[in-house]
């Protein structure tokens, strides 16, 4: 679907797959610079957060977690938290 926001007319596609939604952001060259993961239930953050921390470094001066040339930080919302991966 299109998504506009301010001057840029982006396009998103939205994945749901059992408990969760990722949304990923396009710009107008069809690259995702924004990708979004929602949890249906965001009050269970823990096993996900326990889950990065084990993998990945965190950055606390970037404020998330380090995947090569990206960023996954923990974001909230009006309906709770999702996490956003975006480059660096």
């Known amino acids: 679907m ?7 007319n982006d396009k998103v596609i939205e ?3 059992d408990t969760v939604t990722l949304t990923c952001l396009f710009d107008e060259n069809n690259i995702c610079n924004w990708s ?5 239930d965001s ?3 823990r096993p996900h957060i326990d889950y990065c921390n084990k993998a990945y470094e965190y950055s606390y001066l970037l404020g998330g977690w380090l995947i ?4 996954l930080r ?7 938290y999702f996490f956003a991966l975006q480059p660096v």
């Open 15 to 17: 994945i749901g797959v």
């Open 36 to 40: 979004f993961l929602s949890l249906d």
């Open 68 to 71: 090569e040339n990206y960023c």
């Open 74 to 80: 923990i974001k909230p919302d009006k309906d709770g």
């Open 2 to 8: 299109n998504y506009r926001y301010k001057e840029s």
């Open 43 to 45: 009050n269970n953050l």
